[in-house]
C-alpha cells in the first residue's frame, strides 16, 4: 500500500510539473532588428535648375569597409546663388557577390518608408537643402531633392543615411546611421 501512494503521489508530481510547465507562456522573441548596411561607395548628381548641361558629381569610396584605408572622399564644386536639383545616384556594397546585395540604393528606394537622406551643410550660407520626395507615409526620403547655393565660399556638406524601421517619424532621431560621410563644398 505504501508502494502504491508513493506511485500515486509520484505520478501526481510528475502531472503538475507537466502541467505548469506545459501552460507556462513560451517566452516570444523579439523580432530581429534590421542590421545597417555595408555601404562602399555613395554618389550625389547635382543638375543646374537652369542649364542641364550643368552637373555636378560627388563621391565617397570606400571599396574594404570600414577600417583598413581611409575613405576617398571627392569635392562638391557648385556655381554660387544657383538652384540646382540633387538626387542619390549611386549606394553600393561593392564587396556583394549578388548583384540585387550589390545595389543597396534599390533597396533603400522599396524600403523608403524605413530610410531619411539627412543633409547638413557647415556654413549653414553655403547652400539650402530641400528633399523633394515623399515615402508611402508622406515623410521625406532625401533621396531627391534641391540645394540652392549662396555666394561664393566654401564649407562642408555632412550626409547621412538613418535607417529607421518601424519608427521614421520625419525626423532624424529614431534608428541608426547606415551612411555618414562629410564631403568639402567649394561654390565657385
Request: aromatic letters at 8%; proline letters at 5%.
Amino acid at each position: 500500500m505504501f508502494k502504491n501512494k508513493f506511485k500515486l503521489g509520484a505520478i501526481a508530481a510528475t502531472a503538475l510539473v507537466m502541467t505548469f510547465s506545459a501552460c507556462k507562456k513560451d517566452k516570444e522573441e523579439a523580432p530581429e532588428a534590421d542590421e545597417n548596411e555595408l555601404i562602399t561607395k555613395v554618389s550625389f548628381k547635382f543638375t543646374n535648375a537652369a542649364n542641364a548641361a550643368d552637373v555636378a558629381t560627388v563621391t565617397w569610396s570606400d571599396p574594404d569597409g570600414e577600417g583598413g584605408v581611409a575613405p576617398t572622399i571627392g569635392t562638391l564644386n557648385l556655381k554660387p546663388n544657383t538652384t540646382y536639383n540633387f538626387e542619390v545616384s549611386e549606394v553600393l556594397n561593392e564587396t556583394a557577390k549578388d548583384p540585387d546585395e550589390r545595389n543597396i540604393l534599390n533597396e533603400i528606394n522599396e524600403e523608403s518608408y524605413e530610410h531619411l537622406w539627412v543633409y547638413k551643410p557647415v556654413a549653414a550660407s553655403i547652400m539650402t537643402v530641400t528633399r523633394t520626395d515623399k515615402d508611402k507615409n508622406n515623410f521625406e526620403i532625401g533621396l531627391k531633392g534641391t540645394a540652392k547655393t549662396g555666394a561664393a565660399a566654401t564649407g562642408t556638406l555632412q550626409t547621412i543615411l538613418r535607417h529607421q524601421p518601424g519608427e521614421k517619424n520625419g525626423t532624424e532621431a529614431p534608428g541608426s546611421s547606415d551612411f555618414d560621410a562629410t564631403f568639402p563644398v567649394r561654390i565657385q
